[in-house]
Structure formats: structure tokens, C-alpha cells
């Protein structure tokens, strides 16, 4: 039987790739697809893309809302990234550990390194890569959403990111997403059962 609910704490599972490399895409599918698994929603001060909604994406924020809750000790982590700020809530993340929920965060990797310092035994990270080198340029520019310029930064942000993967858990090669999507399915059902995740008043013959 799973060890679910209150037999043992939740698990913040950390998604992180390079821009490009299909994490967001592999984190939505994720979360219809593996039940009980739920999405941190971020704060950021940019602009929403189109079809992107406040509240779902991401919460949209003033460059002055953040810093008054990022100096309240209300973000779990935070990073400029691109002239961006983005940043975590703490509380939900705190209250789905302690209720035994999984949450699933889709953060770059200066976030995902201060979230396995804060919950260091309540993480699991995943790094995603892409195929190759030049199959990130293609996603990139298939994007659409950006100009020349900003596509350059995002390649040569990339070839600096691409070897934090050794400091992850596990790695995945974003080659098909469906493929992608059933070995992210398969490392969170094998966290699930991790002996090490139960509680330790856990005694699963208990009468």
C-alpha cells in the first residue's frame, strides 16, 4: 500500500532547465496526469504572455509588492532572472509538507538550489535538458515570443545552466515529451515509497 496523507510529509518535487527545454510544458502534463500531485504557483514581476492567467500561471505582481513580501519572509526563494523577479510562497509549501501534499515547483536553478536548503529532506530535483545544443535554439526561436537579442541571452544562459544538472537528483532528456512525462511519473511514484519519506510514528501493522 502507498504511504500516503498523514503516514508521511509531503514532498516538494523541483523542476529546473534551461529556457526552452520543455519543463513548463513536462510540469502542466504532470500535474493532470500523476494524481495528488499539486503546482506552487509562483510570484513574478513580468509581464504575463499571451493566454498566460493570474492566479494559475503565475501572480502577477508590481516590482514594489514583491520587495515589501519578499522583506515579510514571505518567499520560500527568489531570483532575478532576465530583469524578472520571481519568487516562491512560503506557506503553502509549508502547510503541504506538514499535510503530507505534494507540490511540484517549475523554478530556474538559483530557486531550486535555496528551496534544498530550506526543505532539505522534503525534495526531490529534476533537471531537464533538451536533446542537443542546437534543438534549444530551434524551441527558442519556434517560440515566437521574443526578439533576436533576448533569444541570444536565453542560448548563452543556457550553456552556463546545462551543467548544474550534477547537482540535481535526477535527469531528464526532453527528447519527447510523452516519454519525458512518464519518467517524471515514474520518479515521483518511486519518492512516494521511499522508506525514508515515512513518519517516524509510521507502523504499518499497527492496531
Known sequence: MLA?????????FIVSAPSGAGK???????LKKISGLRASISLTTREP???????ID??????????????????????????????TP?????EAVAR????????DIQGASQ?????????????????????LEERLRRRGTETGDAIARRLMRARQEASAFRDYDYLIINAHREESLE???????????????LREEFAPWKS
Do not use: C
Open 4 to 12: 500516503q496523507g498523514p503516514t508521511r510529509r509531503g514532498i516538494i
Open 24 to 30: 513548463t510544458t513536462i510540469s502542466r502534463a504532470a
Open 49 to 55: 504572455r499571451e493566454g498566460e492567467v493570474d492566479g
Open 58 to 87: 503565475y501572480h502577477f505582481v508590481t516590482d514594489e509588492e514583491f520587495i515589501r513580501r519578499r522583506a515579510a519572509g514571505e518567499l520560500a526563494e527568489w531570483a532575478r532572472v532576465f530583469d524578472s523577479s520571481y519568487g
Open 90 to 94: 512560503r506557506t503553502p509549501l509549508d
Open 100 to 107: 503530507g501534499n505534494d507540490m511540484l515547483l517549475d523554478i
Open 115 to 135: 528551496i534544498r536548503q530550506s526543505y532539505p529532506a522534503d525534495t526531490a530535483s529534476i533537471f531537464v535538458l533538451p536533446p542537443s545544443f542546437p534543438e
Open 183 to 197: 519518467a517524471l511519473k515514474t520518479i515521483v511514484e518511486g519518492e512516494r515509497l521511499k522508506v525514508g519519506r
